[in-house]
């Protein structure tokens, strides 16, 4: 198990400088796995992580190349692999998670 960081929030460029507003989640765990889309130049990057205590952590990252769009990013905590199926079904298996690993 290493440290991992992930962030939840709001990122976003007003006149050429960062006005961010997030906050940062420390865990100690593993990466189990992650998935992407994009369409029309904005896109989801949902990322896997099984802490060491067996909770699920998933980081969804919501991003534009829009000039202007924010980038949000979100942190949700499951007890289970199976749970965290009920929420993100569709990124797990575009990820190639099972509910076993």
């Known amino acids: 198990m290493v440290k991992i960081?992930?962030?939840?929030g709001v990122k976003r460029v007003v006149l050429g400088e960062d006005v961010d507003s997030v906050d940062?989640?420390?865990?100690?765990?593993?990466?189990i796995g992650s998935s992407w889309e994009e369409e029309n130049a904005r896109?989801?990057?949902t990322t896997f992580y099984r802490r060491a205590d067996g909770w699920i952590v998933v980081h969804?990252?919501?991003w534009s190349r829009w000039e202007g769009e924010a980038t949000y990013g979100d942190v949700y905590e499951f007890p289970s692999p199976e749970a965290a199926e009920a929420a993100f079904w569709r990124e797990m298996e575009m990820a190639g998670i099972s509910k076993q690993q």
């Not at 960081?5 to 939840?8: E, G, L």
């Not at 989640?25 to 990466?31: A, N, R, S, T």
């Open 24 to 31: 940062y989640v420390e865990f100690q765990g593993e990466l």
């Open 5 to 8: 960081t992930v962030w939840q």
């Open 43 to 45: 896109g989801t990057h």
């Open 60 to 62: 969804q990252v919501r």
